[in-house]
Structures are given as structure tokens and as C-alpha cells.
């Protein structure tokens, strides 16, 4: 009896939930190294994952959490390792700590002013994710905290070790975000650093993908990223409207495959977006973004669809178009570069919550 007592206090304090995301569908994009691609996708809004989430009661308004999520193709079945996964404690009164493999605050605080970090999802990342506000990478070895709500203000920063012996520097990140939330105002901002970016596989972050000559990409390593950014979104009844802006410069590039030094990169990022509950089943976003630097510019728009079958399915369509500049890759989130100054991806998907 005594036992049994225990056991339901137990669970009484603790809790575990598990939960995850399907999304996959089919898509068609025009120009995939000169020739049209028909594919099927895996989370053209988000990324499929599975996950495990926890809290332990320690009284007093203070809880042990956890969280362990992991990515994977639903059309390929492969593994990814694209979610975070992190142990910490959070206090009512104090805000948060965690330790783990984490977004950084661009994710946290300026993503959410954007179409990519809120309804719209991955196929309307800025040219190459350069700002991250799609989330393409999380921090290794991080250390993160975030404050309870003042009056509708919240800050954090996060700070992600090197792990290398005699190289604190090398490959290292922190960043530093805030937000304020007022009735249907909505703002954020949020300042990246990174110092040896890719420089050490056991690092904060792997090598970025930037543009070079010939309408190319490739992978690099920077000796520094400095990104920063800041939007706001107001809703009007069931429109909301937003703009974001972001700079991303990265400096001291060697290309990761050849070892040969690289041009700086940069890019600033203008993006316009509204989202419209048109029905209670049925929701419209879009949005336009210019990108320009290093001579190089990026015109971006796309437009999505999604309407509710249930509380936890839904299905969508969306498209997506870029056009570059003469010599610029033209290439949209993750697709391979077109031959050309331009890319249109038309799509359809569902996805499935759980």
C-alpha cells in the first residue's frame, strides 16, 4: 500500500509526453541543373520527427526537463540529425537553462517575424538559409537560457563550446535574442557570432553553404559568421501582417572540398509576409523577400495554402519562385542549383501531427 502510494506520487510529479510530426507530398521544379525534377518530399513545411518530451516537479515553481527529438525522411526513411535534444532546469521565477544540441536565438526570438520560421516552413527559406531562420543548423555542445515573460518581454542567449583542447575559439558560437508580445503585436530580434565555423567536426556548427562563380554553391569554412536580424508581424482580425530583415556576413571562407581560399560572403535579407485566416479550416500565407551582397541579388515570392482535414491533419499546396542575377546561383532551401537565373517549385503535401 505504502509502495503504491509512492508510485502514484510519483507520477504525480513527473510526466512524459510523446509526440512528432509527418509531413511529405509530391513536388515538381523546373530547373534542377537544366532539367525538370519530379520528386517526392519529406517536410516541405516541416521537417518529419519523432520525440520525447519531460518534466520532473522539484517544488517551488522549479522543474527537471528534457526534450529529445530526431528527424527523418518519410519518403527516403533516412535519419537526421536536425532536432534538438537538451536536459535542464527551469524556474518560474528565473526562466530556463538547458545543456544539449539547441537552436540558437535567431531560431528562437527573430524566426518567428519570418513566413519560413512560422506558417510557411522550409520552401520559403531566405537564398541558402544564411540568417538560419529556417533552422537548417543547431548548436552542438550548447548552453542556452532563456527568461520568463516580462509583461510580455522575453531574453536569451545561448553560447556553444568548441570542445577542442587548446582551441577554445575554433569553431565556437553564441548568440543573444529578445522578443515582445503585446495583444497582436509581435516583435523579435535576435545577433548570431560564430568564430571557425565547420573548423572542427566536434564544434558548435558544420561548414555553411555559400554562392560562387557560375551559378555554384559550395561548402566552406568561416573563420567568422556574424548574423543579426529583426521583424514584427501585427494581426488585424484574421490577417496578420509582417516584415523582417537580417544580415548574415561571413569572412576568412576556404572551401571545404579543395582547401582553397574563398571571397567573403554577404547577405541582406528583405522580406514582406501576410498570412490570412480565410476559414476556420482553410489558412493563406505568402510572402516576398529581396536578397542582395557580395554583387550579387535574390528575388524571392511564394504563396501556400493549407487546409484542415482534422484537429491534427492537414494538407496544403504551395509554390515557390526565385529569379538571380546574372551570375548567381539560383536555388530554392535545398534543391540543387538551376542552370539558370531561375527556379519555380509548385508542390502538394500532407502532414500529420501526433
Known amino acids: 500500500m505504502a509502495l503504491a502510494a509512492l508510485t502514484t506520487n510519483a507520477q504525480a510529479q513527473s510526466s512524459v509526453t510523446m509526440y512528432g510530426e509527418l509531413d511529405t507530398g509530391l513536388a515538381w521544379l523546373n530547373n534542377v541543373g537544366g532539367h525538370a525534377q519530379y520528386k517526392a518530399t519529406s517536410g516541405l513545411i516541416d521537417g518529419s520527427f519523432w520525440a520525447l518530451q519531460g518534466s520532473e516537479d522539484l517544488g517551488g515553481g522549479n ?35 538547458t545543456l544539449g544540441h539547441q537552436y540558437d536565438s535567431v531560431h528562437d526570438f527573430f524566426a518567428p517575424v519570418t513566413l519560413t520560421g512560422g506558417a510557411g516552413g522550409t520552401a520559403f ?24 515573460s516580462f509583461g510580455g518581454l522575453t531574453v536569451g542567449g545561448m553560447y556553444a563550446l568548441s570542445n577542442a583542447a587548446g582551441q577554445f575559439a575554433n569553431n565556437r558560437a ?57 521583424g514584427a508581424n501585427y494581426a488585424i482580425g484574421d490577417l496578420t501582417l509582417g516584415a523582417a530583415w537580417s544580415r548574415s556576413t561571413f569572412s576568412g571562407l576556404v572551401d571545404a572540398d579543395t582547401g582553397n ?57 504551395e509554390t515557390v519562385y526565385q529569379r538571380a542575377s546574372t551570375d548567381a546561383p539560383a536555388v530554392i532551401n535545398s534543391a540543387e542549383p538551376s542552370s ?7 508542390c502538394a503535401g500532407i502532414r500529420h501531427r501526433f
Open 125 to 148: 527559406a531566405h537564398p541558402f538559409d544564411n540568417d538560419n531562420a529556417n533552422n537548417s543548423y543547431l548548436a552542438r555542445n550548447s548552453v542556452k537560457y532563456t527568461s520568463p
Open 174 to 230: 553564441y548568440s543573444l535574442g529578445i522578443s515582445y508580445q503585446n495583444g497582436p503585436f509581435n516583435a523579435g530580434a535576435a545577433w548570431l557570432q560564430a568564430s571557425g565555423r565547420g573548423a572542427t567536426s566536434s564544434g558548435a556548427y558544420d561548414a555553411v553553404i555559400v554562392p560562387g562563380g557560375a551559378r555554384r554553391t559550395f561548402d566552406a569554412f568561416a573563420q567568422t559568421q556574424n548574423t543579426y536580424g529583426a
Open 261 to 317: 581560399p574563398a571571397p567573403s560572403a554577404q547577405f541582406n535579407n528583405y522580406e514582406v509576409n501576410a498570412q490570412y485566416q480565410l476559414m476556420p479550416t482553410l489558412s493563406l500565407a505568402g510572402m516576398y523577400n529581396y536578397t542582395n551582397g557580395s554583387n550579387q541579388h535574390w528575388h524571392q515570392a511564394g504563396l501556400q495554402a493549407a487546409y484542415l482535414l482534422s484537429t491534427r491533419t492537414d494538407a496544403y499546396v
Open 63 to 97: 522543474k527537471a526537463i528534457f526534450m529529445l527529438e530526431r528527424g527523418f525522411s518519410i519518403a527516403a526513411g533516412e535519419q537526421f540529425d536536425d532536432h534538438p535534444s537538451y536536459v535542464g532546469l527551469s524556474s518560474d521565477a528565473w526562466g530556463t537553462v
Open 340 to 346: 539558370g537565373r531561375n527556379q519555380l517549385l509548385i
